[in-house]
């Protein structure tokens, strides 16, 4: 006879293993083998002090260093420009900071000098505390394209190995974390989701510059990729 309660609660069960990530009673996400935090430039130019100095950049470092704890895979990256590099406006005369120039592979903002390759600028701040981080990504040391991504260049065409390397570990959630939200962080983690993870960004483990408007539209564009925005405490930590 069929047993109306028995299937429900079979039912309920298997669903509850198709879940994307195990939720504790709570409803916090607990990270598993398949999460990956991603920490996204926390480096001194863009910390106080630095030459392109990300407002409260600083106060998302404990939230990081939290947690980093409790997640299996962590990846960090590094801004690492070339001196010169295309991405500052002291490379094009007459320009200066935040104008918007056109190249070959579209817009690109012009920035202060920052992350120069060996510099204690384009160090990692010496206040993370992640131990357990398996990889450095180094983005943006191509003289002539910049790279806001972890994931693709600006140009679109270059890739990083990022994919390749948490595709082949079976890695299929990220959480994005780091600086600036509205350019790294947001370009990385879009670039995710075109490449099939599944993405949140931790919100208050990010800061943003918000150049003219910049913040909000970011947001506009994950939210329209798909890209979920939780705070630090959804996760279990």
């Not at 001196?83 to 007459?94: L, Q, T, V």
């Not at 943006?140 to 600006?154: C, I, M, N, R, W």
Request: glycine share 8%; charged share 20%.
């Amino acid at each position: 006879m069929f047993d109306r309660r028995q299937f429900l609660t079979r039912a309920a069960a298997g669903l509850a293993a198709l879940a994307p990530v195990r939720v504790l009673a709570a409803d916090k996400i607990t990270p598993d083998a398949q999460s990956a935090l991603v920490v996204v430039d926390v480096q001194n130019c863009f910390l106080p002090g630095g030459s392109l100095a990300v407002k409260d950049g600083e106060k998302v470092i404990p939230v990081i260093n939290r947690l980093a704890k409790a997640f299996p895979n962590v990846v960090m990256t590094q801004d690492w420009h070339t001196p010169g590099h295309i991405s500052f406006a002291s490379s094009h005369p007459g320009k200066k900071p935040f104008d918007v120039i056109r190249l070959p592979y579209g817009d690109q903002v012009l920035w202060p000098d920052h992350c120069v390759q060996g510099t204690d600028g384009a160090a990692l701040s010496k206040d993370l505390n992640v131990p357990n981080a398996q990889l450095v990504v180094r983005k943006g040391f191509h003289p002539d394209v910049d790279s806001y991504s972890a994931l693709l260049e600006a140009d679109k065409k270059t890739y990083t190995g990022l994919t390749g390397y948490l595709k082949e570990r079976g890695i299929k959630r990220l959480f994005v974390t780091g600086l600036a939200t509205d350019f790294c962080v947001a370009w990385t983690a879009i670039d995710a989701r075109m490449a099939g993870f599944e993405v949140y960004v931790v919100d208050d483990a990010c800061r943003g510059i918000d150049a003219q408007g910049s913040l909000m539209k970011s947001w506009d564009a994950m939210t329209k990729a798909g890209v979920k925005k939780i705070q630090s405490d959804a996760i279990a930590a």
